[in-house]
Nanobody, 115 residues
């Protein structure tokens, strides 16, 4: 069982930055593939960024060069640094972990980019 709690969302102006954090429970965190997803109103949930246990990362084309995913295995956290935010980045952002072939999700945190 894995429990995930996101934090760090909020309202930011276009061009601004936010940092999301996801705290995970469990001693297996260091081996878990982790990811950040987002879901905008009326749209499907989509992968934003992923990070494997060894640190390899992947990003959606729409966020490459603007977002950075990282993990701290000592603190059981995964973070998403979001820079140069755009209105189209507005969504609920979810943290996901995959453990023993099951996906675990956090409750989500709202990110709104608006002037």
């Amino acid at each position: 069982q894995v429990q995930l709690v996101e934090s760090g969302g909020g309202l930011v102006q276009p061009g601004g930055s936010l940092r999301l954090s996801c705290a995970a429970s469990g001693s297996a965190f260091s081996i878990l593939p982790m990811g950040w997803y987002r879901q905008a109103p009326g749209k499907q949930r989509e992968l934003v960024a992923g990070i494997r246990s060894g640190g390899n990362t992947n990003y959606a084309d729409s966020v490459k060069g603007r977002f950075t995913i990282s993990r701290d295995n000592a603190k059981n956290t995964v973070s998403l640094q979001m820079n140069s935010l755009k209105p189209e980045d507005t969504a609920v952002y979810y943290c996901k972990a995959r453990y023993l072939a099951l996906d675990y999700w956090g409750q989500g945190t709202q990110v709104t980019v608006s002037s």
